[in-house]
């Protein structure tokens, strides 16, 4: 099943933070979360495993509740190049990941 | 350098004909997926191979084939028994995963494929 993100939209002025959200109704293994620019192909930045250890960037980073089947993204004092639609991506064993919808970010000067 | 390659990056398509989408990649990742993605419906899994000569269903496979002869090749065929094939698609790939779970998807740049 997809998970659902939240939220659908967000527009920030740059330098503000934002967290978005990825829940599932499945038990997970893992939860990717990827970026793309329109237009373009879909660019990795993290994956959060199931009792392992989290990777990110400098100002992005995420969570990941086990118990309750989410994972926050969380972007810290954006810029302009943070702009894009955000993907979690999740996998419930060894499977394909299953895409969300997306959250479409917009920041502005 | 390493990546994948999909081809065409446009294509055009007439009411009743099939269509086959490249993709290739040197990155010697054994999986290989395609998602069709439609505006704001997300990433949706069409199929994918985790070896050669083996490949799987996803969530909206109908009205689509696959082949995997080639470790490094994934090609996509959309068929007239698609409905509504007018999409972006994209391929990817990563290495296998042993542990569970899945590992970075590699995207290629896309196919946009419009019937007329």
């Known amino acids: 099943q997809q998970p659902v993100q939240s939220p659908q939209a967000v527009i920030l002025r740059e330098g503000e933070d934002a967290v978005i959200n990825c829940s599932s109704s499945?038990?997970?293994?893992?939860v990717h979360w990827y970026r793309q620019k329109h237009g373009e192909a879909p660019v990795f930045l993290m994956i959060?495993?199931?009792?392992?250890e989290q990777k990110g960037h400098e100002k992005i980073s995420a969570s990941f509740n086990e118990k309750k089947q989410q994972s926050s993204l969380y972007l810290t004092a954006s810029q302009l190049s943070y702009s894009g639609t955000y993907f979690c991506?999740?996998?419930?064993?060894?499977?394909?990941?299953?895409f969300g919808k997306g959250t479409r970010l917009s920041v502005i000067a | 350098d390493g990546g994948i390659t999909q081809s065409p990056k446009y294509l055009f398509r007439k009411e009743g004909q099939n269509v086959t989408l490249s993709c290739e990649q040197n990155?010697?990742?054994?999986?290989m997926y395609w998602y069709r993605q439609d505006p704001g419906q997300g990433l949706r899994l069409i199929y994918y191979?985790?070896?050669?000569?083996?490949?799987q269903k996803g969530d909206i496979a109908e009205g689509y084939s696959v082949s995997r002869e080639k470790k490094e090749s994934f090609p996509l065929t959309v068929t007239s028994a698609q409905k509504n094939p007018t999409a972006f698609y994209l391929c990817?790939?990563?290495?296998?995963?042993?542990?569970?779970?899945?590992?970075?998807?590699?995207f290629g740049e896309g196919s946009r494929l419009t019937v007329l």
């Open positions: 990817a790939s990563s290495t296998a995963s042993s542990t569970g779970g899945t590992r970075e998807l590699f």
């Open positions: 499945k038990a997970l293994y893992s």
């Open positions: 959060l495993l199931k009792g392992g």
């Open positions: 991506g999740t996998a419930s064993g060894n499977t394909p990941l299953v």
């Open positions: 990155l010697n990742h054994d999986a």
């Open positions: 191979s985790q070896i050669v000569n083996d490949f």
